[in-house]
């Protein structure tokens, strides 16, 4: 059956601008005043950093944004990231006790104030004749980066790609966060003195074994930028593409597909911001889901923002085919039904016609970084941040249960830990 999903309208014609304005520093101290300063501030438990927002809100409350910098930077290297792009409503925000009466404190505005408004003083390094590989460049690797070179170490980054910064750099929608962001923070981990070897895919241009014959420690922060596919007839065809090779290529450049229609299938997180990417391209967007909306895994807020952008939702559909003649024409869906709470496919077909189609399902690691090694490209569990190879840790997503910036920096300085208290062996 062929239907026409596509006769909405755009509610209006959006860029790539930051949305979020600053804080001047009367509205933070004025903010900053409203905490009540509890005495078991479940703020800080709410941070997987551990971040202590009372004490670093207090601070800014009293006008010293050294000091509350200061504060932020003792469990948190990347504030104007963090401040940006955390999922504060479930984590210190969603648990300041205020939160109650709908007036919880804004932490990560007053966290993105004292990035900007406060000065640290750099930390003397201390040489300690060792040397330190760390592959991957996004939060994970640069913040295992700058802790090893805090402790001493002479660290190099070998990053697959030509710039440092991760996802955050490529992948969250320059409206959340401006690349320059990014690329400032890159700018204070190499005044640090730490190395960066760009274009150099460990697995693939160089071996992994051959870093751990170099470095005393090897720490892997590769993230989990692999796609998931569909398997599915029709995938090849142009204009078909997956979450990270549309980001990549169009986060932040400007639109030229006025008029033209996307469907993104997936219900995550990523599939809004794949969405909210391709309406400031100018395409006419539908995401397709193949549950109902109370089983979207993506935050409630990021969906209702992609509905007020002009993004429209189609559920219990799931692509069975990407159609077309070298160019994707249309994409045939399998209609599903709800029987007692369970989810059952239909014998109903649909035809949606689109110009792009953008699968955003999941993401995985890549295990050809392990290619040549006693594993053999083999993935393991990593979650306790060593690997049961010589000398040899991870960090960030590949060791997280919860997938986010904030958490990827905090499981850096929990690898770093553990290497010191295994004394740099590994398991
Ligand atoms: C679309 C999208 C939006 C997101 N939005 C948010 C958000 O708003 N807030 C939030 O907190 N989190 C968000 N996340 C999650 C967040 O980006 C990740 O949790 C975080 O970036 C993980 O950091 P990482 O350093 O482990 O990995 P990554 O950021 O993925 O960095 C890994 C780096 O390693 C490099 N690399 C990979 N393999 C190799 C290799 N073999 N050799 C050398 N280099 C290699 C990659 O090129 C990359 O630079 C988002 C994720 C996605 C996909
Ligand atoms: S929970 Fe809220 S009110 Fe209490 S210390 Fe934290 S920010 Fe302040």
Request: aromatic share 0%; no cysteine; hydrophobic share 20%.
């Given at each position: 059956m062929h239907c026409n999903y596509f006769n909405h309208k755009q509610v209006k014609r959006l860029d790539f601008e930051e949305t979020k304005e600053p804080l001047t520093e009367e509205q933070a101290v004025e903010e900053a005043a409203r905490c009540i300063q509890c005495e078991k501030p479940k703020c800080v438990k709410g941070c997987p950093a551990a971040v202590d927002c009372k004490e670093f809100i207090r601070l800014v409350a009293e006008r010293d944004f050294d000091a509350a910098l200061g504060k932020i930077m003792?469990?948190?290297?990347f504030p104007s990231i963090t401040s940006r792009v955390c999922p504060t409503q479930v984590q210190c925000e969603g648990n300041c006790v205020l939160s109650k009466t709908g007036k919880e404190i804004k932490i990560s505005d007053l966290e993105r104030f004292a990035a900007e408004n406060g000065k640290v003083e750099e930390k003397e390094i201390v040489e300690n004749g060792k040397k330190a590989a760390v592959v991957g460049g996004g939060p994970a690797g640069l913040a295992t980066a700058l802790e090893l070179r805090e402790k001493g170490f002479a660290v190099s980054v070998f990053e697959?790609?030509?710039?440092?910064?991760?996802l955050p750099l490529w992948g969250i929608p320059h409206y959340k966060l401006p690349a320059g962001v990014v690329e400032s923070w890159v700018s204070r981990v190499k005044e640090k003195g730490v190395e960066f070897v760009f274009g150099k895919k460990v697995g693939k241009d160089v071996m992994l074994p051959e870093l751990q014959k170099e470095f005393d420690v090897v720490f892997i922060c590769i993230g989990e930028n692999k796609e998931k596919g569909l398997g599915l007839q029709g995938e090849e065809l142009q204009g078909v593409l997956y979450w990270n090779e549309f980001l990549q290529k169009f986060n932040g450049s400007s639109g030229s597909f006025k008029g033209k229609k996307a469907v993104v299938i997936g219900g995550g997180n990523t599939a809004m911001d794949c969405a909210r990417v391709a309406v400031r391209l100018g395409y006419e967007v539908i995401v397709a889901y193949r549950k109902t909306r109370d089983f979207m895994p993506c935050y409630e807020s990021e969906r209702e923002k992609a509905e007020e952008e002009g993004v429209k939702f189609e559920f219990l559909l799931s692509p069975i085919e990407f159609l077309g003649n070298?160019?994707?024409?249309k994409v045939r869906f399998q209609k599903a039904r709800i029987e007692k709470e369970q989810f059952i496919a239909t014998q109903e077909t649909v035809e949606m016609e689109a110009d792009a189609a953008i699968i955003a399902i999941g993401q995985q690691q890549d295990n050809s970084v392990l290619n040549e090694t006693e594993l053999q490209g083999k993935w393991i569990e990593a979650s306790s941040f060593s690997m049961p190879l010589k000398r040899t840790f991870a960090a960030g997503d590949i060791t997280n249960e919860e997938k986010t910036v904030v958490s990827s920096i905090a499981s850096a300085k929990k690898a770093v830990r553990e290497m010191e208290k295994l004394g740099g062996e590994g398991k």
């Open positions: 003792e469990k948190n290297p697959a790609g030509e710039r440092a910064g991760g070298g160019r994707l024409e």
